[in-house]
C-alpha cells in the first residue's frame, strides 16, 4: 500500500489542511502519530492516497497551506520527501 | 424576574445554545487528545467555531482565534505580551479594570487618553496627544460597560498604525452587536467574552491574535509533548490544558445566532429600547440619565442617578420590585472618572436581544413606585 502522510504542527492545523483538500476533492484520514514523524511528540497528519499525492501537494499550494514535512510511506516504511 | 443586566451577562440565551451544551456534554470528551470519536468531535466543533468566528470577526486564519475563559482572560494574555515591566500604555477613559489591573500589576505608566461621555472628537485628540509620546501598547474598548457610549475604534486604530503602537481592541460590549473587522483595524489582539453579546454560557471567550502572544499558562496541549517549552505556534501557545468543550459549543451556537439575527438587528433592537428607558427615565423627577442624542454613540447600555439616593440603594429597592440591574463602579472606575459619576457611580440598565418593551416598562413602572417612597 502506497501513500503520503501530510504532518502538522496543531490539529487545527491538520483541520486547516484537511478542509482545502477536501474541497479539492481529494480524500484524507486524520490521523494522530507519535514522535516517529514529528521528532518533538504528539502530532496530528493527513494520510493522502498515493495517486492523490500531486493534487494534494498543488491544493495545499493555492490555498497557502505548508505542511510540516512529508513522508512517503510504503508497504510501512516512511520516507521524508520534503522538509 | 425583569432581567437589564445584560451588560454582565446575556442571562437569556437562544434554545439552541442550550441543546448545543447538552450534546457537548453527551458526546464530546478531551479534543487534541486522542484518535477516537468523542475525541474527534471535540476537535471537529473547536475548528467548525474557530472558523466561524475567523469570518465573523476578520481573522485572517482560525489558528489565530483562542478559546479563553473570559474577556479578562484574553486581555491579560495580550497585555502581558504587549506591555514590558514599567513600560508604557495608552488606554481609552472608559476602561475596564481588566485593563488597568493587568497594567497596575506590571507597574506600567498608564496613560489615560480622557473624555468627556460621547465626544468622539475629543477621545481622539486624547489618543493622538498620548500616542505621540510613544508606547508599548493602546487598549481601546469598542463601547464602555457603563454607560454604552460607542468609542471611534477605527479612528483610534488608524492613530495607532500611524505612531507604529500595537493596538488591543476590547469588544467585551459590542461583539455581536457591533461588526468587528480586526485585519482592517490591523490590531495587535481583539478580546471579547462569549457570554454577553455572543449568547454563550460565562466561562468563555475569544482572543483574536494579530501579534506573537507571550503564555500565561502553561500546560499540556496535545501537541509538541516531547518538548518543555510551550508550542510557538497557535492556538495552541495559548490553550494550555482541557478546553472547556460545553462552552464552546454554546458558543458555536450563540454565534450562528448572531449572524442569523445580524449585529445590524440586533443593535437597532437594543437602541430603540435603550431610547425608551432614557425617555421614560427622564420625566421622573430627580433622575439623571446619561444618554446619547445621537443613539449611534450608544449601543444597549444606560445608566442613571436618582439625587440624594445611593445607586446601589436605587438598585436594591428595584430588585425587590423585580427588576435586575447593576450599581455601583461596574469594575470601571477609569469610566466614572471620565464621566464625571464619581465618587458615587451609577444605576446601569442593560438590553440583549431578549429585552422587550415589555421589561423597560417594568423598570419604569418600578421605578416611579420607588421614588414615590
Not at chain 2, 459590542?174 to 471579547?192: E, H, K, N, Q, T
Not at chain 2, 472606575?333 to 423597560?360: E, I, Q, Y
Amino acid at each position: 500500500m502506497d501513500y503520503y502522510l501530510f504532518t502538522a504542527r496543531s490539529i487545527t492545523h491538520a483541520q486547516q489542511m484537511a478542509r482545502a483538500l477536501e474541497r479539492a476533492g481529494v480524500g484524507v484520514r486524520l490521523r494522530r502519530v507519535g514522535g516517529g514523524f514529528t521528532k518533538n511528540g504528539c502530532g496530528y497528519t493527513l494520510q493522502v492516497a498515493g495517486r492523490k499525492y500531486r493534487a494534494a501537494a498543488d491544493a495545499l499550494r493555492e490555498a497557502g497551506l505548508r505542511p510540516v514535512k512529508v513522508f512517503r510511506v510504503v508497504n510501512g516504511a516512511s520516507q521524508e520527501v520534503m522538509t | 424576574m425583569t432581567y437589564l443586566d445584560s451588560a454582565a451577562t446575556t442571562f437569556q440565551k437562544p434554545p439552541s445554545v442550550r441543546a448545543a451544551m447538552l450534546r457537548a456534554v453527551q458526546t464530546m470528551s478531551s479534543p487534541g487528545r486522542g484518535g477516537y470519536a468523542s475525541a474527534r468531535a471535540a476537535e471537529e466543533l473547536l475548528f467548525r467555531t474557530r472558523t466561524l468566528a475567523a469570518e465573523t470577526f476578520g481573522v485572517a486564519s482560525p489558528e489565530r482565534v483562542v478559546f479563553t475563559a473570559s474577556a479578562t482572560h484574553g486581555l491579560n494574555v495580550a497585555i502581558k505580551s504587549l506591555v514590558p515591566r514599567g513600560g508604557r500604555a495608552v488606554i481609552s477613559g472608559y476602561e475596564h479594570n481588566a485593563v488597568t489591573r493587568p497594567l497596575y500589576a506590571l507597574d506600567a505608566e498608564t496613560a489615560v487618553a480622557e473624555s468627556p461621555l460621547f465626544d468622539a472628537d475629543a477621545c481622539l485628540r486624547a489618543f493622538d496627544r498620548e500616542l505621540r509620546r510613544g508606547a508599548d501598547a493602546a487598549v481601546c474598548a469598542t463601547a464602555s460597560n457603563v454607560f454604552g457610549c460607542v468609542l471611534p475604534i477605527a479612528e483610534v486604530a488608524a492613530l495607532c498604525r500611524r505612531f507604529r503602537v500595537p493596538l488591543i481592541v476590547d469588544a467585551s460590549q459590542s461583539a455581536g452587536v457591533l461588526p468587528l473587522d480586526m485585519a482592517a483595524l490591523g490590531a495587535a489582539f481583539v478580546a471579547m467574552p462569549g457570554h454577553k453579546g455572543l449568547y454563550a454560557p460565562q466561562g468563555t471567550g475569544l482572543l483574536l491574535c494579530g501579534a506573537d502572544a507571550a503564555t500565561l499558562l502553561e500546560g499540556g496541549t496535545g501537541s509538541a509533548s516531547l518538548e518543555q517549552a510551550m508550542p510557538d505556534f497557535l492556538p495552541d501557545r495559548l490553550e494550555a490544558g482541557t478546553h472547556n468543550v460545553p462552552g464552546i459549543a454554546g458558543l458555536e451556537a450563540g454565534l450562528r445566532y448572531v449572524r442569523r439575527m445580524t449585529p445590524e438587528r440586533i443593535a437597532c433592537h437594543e437602541r430603540r429600547l435603550i431610547r425608551r428607558a432614557a425617555e421614560g427615565l427622564r420625566r421622573l423627577s430627580g433622575v439623571t440619565v446619561y444618554a446619547s442624542e445621537d443613539a449611534e454613540r450608544q449601543l444597549g447600555v444606560l445608566s442613571f442617578n436618582v439625587a440624594g439616593r445611593e445607586p446601589e440603594d436605587v438598585a436594591e429597592a428595584l430588585a425587590e420590585r423585580g427588576i435586575a440591574v447593576r450599581a455601583g463602579y461596574h469594575c470601571a472606575p477609569t469610566a466614572h472618572r471620565s464621566a464625571g459619576t464619581l465618587p458615587r457611580g451609577t444605576v446601569r440598565a442593560s438590553v440583549s436581544a431578549f429585552s422587550t418593551d415589555a421589561d423597560v416598562d417594568a423598570l419604569l413602572r418600578a421605578m416611579r413606585a420607588a421614588l414615590s417612597k
